[in-house]
């Protein structure tokens, strides 16, 4: 539009200088008409109206151009603070959306991780336990370890100490060495199953049919009250001595009185007939040799020796053989107390059948009771109820005839009596 009116301005300039021009050269060539002059007169002014129209129009297409410029840049200010704003509104929404996806995808990945990780972090912290724990016991148990292997270095240093000083009094000391036999046949005892005081007695006292009190190591307690003598006094001094020798010559001549001392040793608890004490005694008395090399010893260098010995009713039991013997004393035992049992348990069942037996008796006696007692009743009660006599009736009849009495019949007892009432009339007749 402005462009337009420019040309038009344009134009009503170009005619305006045009038509000058022409009345410039009409005066110069002869003074045209006044008519021509004051028509091209009035063009001029016509078209100085309409350039001013056109400029007036102009300054107003300026003004309004000026406005819509103004407004165009408040829109583009304003579609710029829009942007702008838009911008911003849109970058916070997506930052808080990544935030929020972020910490969804950091969430769902922990919980997925928590998931899978779960399990392996229990075992991990349950292996570490352990591992903590194995690692403690083995700390206590090293220490523990330590302290047992002090003490037994200590118990064996002491074991070493007592074995020397017991050595020393086995070589030395009979009475040592007898005390010594005692304490291993105790320990025999002890762990064959039998009782002290049951199936076995330690060193009671006991007089001989020559009038000497004898004390006997060990009396063993059999069935049928019968007795085994156990004996342990046996020296070991020749032993020893052979174990220890130096040479031949020495071992020699120890052994020699090894087998003595055995051989006199026999000969004195044969004199003592241990076997004799007791009336229901086993005929021979077991001699207990306690270190088993010893008698092995003895019977290689001299075969005879058992045989001597049980021709004075001794028999040579070592710790191997004692043992056996004890365990079989101790299923003797066992097998006696079965039969004692089946014993009492054929008594009891004897006992029982006789009481039962006395019960039957006594229970049919009680009915036969029963079946009189049943008669009787049966007799006095028809005397009581039947007939045309009986007494129901009878007492009934003296009761309507005015008696004056506090109790009166059954009437169970009356309805029998008396099956259909009667009259009082007929009553009283047959009163």
Same mark, same amino acid.
Do not use: C
């Given at each position: 539009?402005?462009?337009? &009116? ?11 200088? $045009? ?9 110069? =060539? ?33 003004? $309004? ?6 407004? $165009? ?8 603070? @829009?942007?702008?704003?838009?911008? @911003? ?15 969804? @995808?950091?969430?769902?990945? /922990? ?47 002491? @074991?070493? #100490? ?7 009094? &086995?070589?030395?000391? !009979? ?13 025999? &005892? ?7 005081? !049951?199936? +076995? /007695? ?9 009038? #000497? ?6 009396? !063993?307690? &059999? ?11 046996? /020296? ?5 001595? +052979?174990? =220890? ?53 003895? %019977? ?62 006594? %229970? ?68």
């Amino acid at each position: 539009m402005i462009e337009s &009116l420019l040309i038009l301005i344009l134009l009503a300039v170009s005619a305006s200088l $045009l038509l000058i021009f022409r009345a410039k050269s009409s005066s110069e =060539n002869g003074n045209g008409s006044k008519a021509l002059l004051e028509e091209r007169q009035g063009r001029i002014l016509a078209l100085e109206a309409a350039l001013k129209a056109a400029e007036e129009e102009l300054k107003g297409s300026q003004k $309004l151009q000026a406005g819509s410029e103004a407004k $165009l840049e408040a829109l583009t200010a304003q579609k710029t603070a @829009l942007a702008n704003e838009f911008n @911003l509104i849109a970058n916070e929404a997506l930052k808080q959306q990544s935030e929020a996806l972020r910490k969804q @995808l950091q969430e769902g990945n /922990s919980t997925q991780l928590d998931i899978v990780l779960g399990p392996l972090k229990e075992k991990l912290d349950i292996f570490g336990k352990r591992v903590q724990d194995t690692h403690d016991q083995s700390i206590k148990g090293r220490s523990e370890l330590k302290s047992e292997v002090n003490k037994l270095v200590e118990a064996n240093e002491k @074991l070493k #100490n007592e074995a020397s000083e017991l050595t020393r009094a &086995l070589r030395g000391d !009979v009475k040592a060495q007898g005390n010594w036999g005692e304490l291993v046949l105790d320990q025999l &005892l002890a762990k064959s199953g039998l009782t002290q005081g !049951v199936e +076995y /007695s330690v060193q009671t006292s006991k007089v001989g049919d020559d009038g #000497n009190r004898y004390l006997p190591d060990v009396v !063993v307690h &059999l069935p049928d009250d019968k007795h085994l003598v156990i004996d342990s006094k046996v /020296s070991l001094i020749a032993y020893d001595r +052979y174990v =220890n020798a130096e040479n031949n010559e020495d071992a020699d001549a120890a052994l020699k009185d090894h087998i003595l001392s055995i051989k006199a040793h026999i000969k004195g608890l044969s004199e003592k007939n241990y076997q004799n004490l007791y009336e229901q005694s086993l005929d021979f008395v077991l001699l207990f040799v306690p270190i088993e090399s010893a008698y092995s010893l003895a %019977l290689q260098k001299d075969p005879s020796l058992f045989q001597q010995a049980y021709d004075k009713n001794i028999v040579f039991v070592t710790t191997t053989t004692l043992w056996s013997t004890l365990r079989t004393v101790g299923t003797l035992w066992k097998q006696e107390k079965q039969s004692e049992n089946v014993r009492e348990i054929v008594k009891q069942a004897s006992s029982l059948y006789d009481k039962f037996v006395a019960f039957s008796e006594d %229970l049919m006696t009680v009915g036969r009771q029963m079946d009189t007692a049943k008669g009787s009743y049966e007799k006095a009660m028809n005397k009581l109820t039947e007939g045309t006599g009986n007494l129901i009736r009878r007492t009934e009849s003296l009761r309507k005839l005015g008696l004056k009495n506090s109790k009166q019949q059954h009437q169970s007892l009356v309805d029998r009596a008396i099956p259909e009432q009667l009259p009082e009339s007929d009553i009283d007749n047959e009163g």
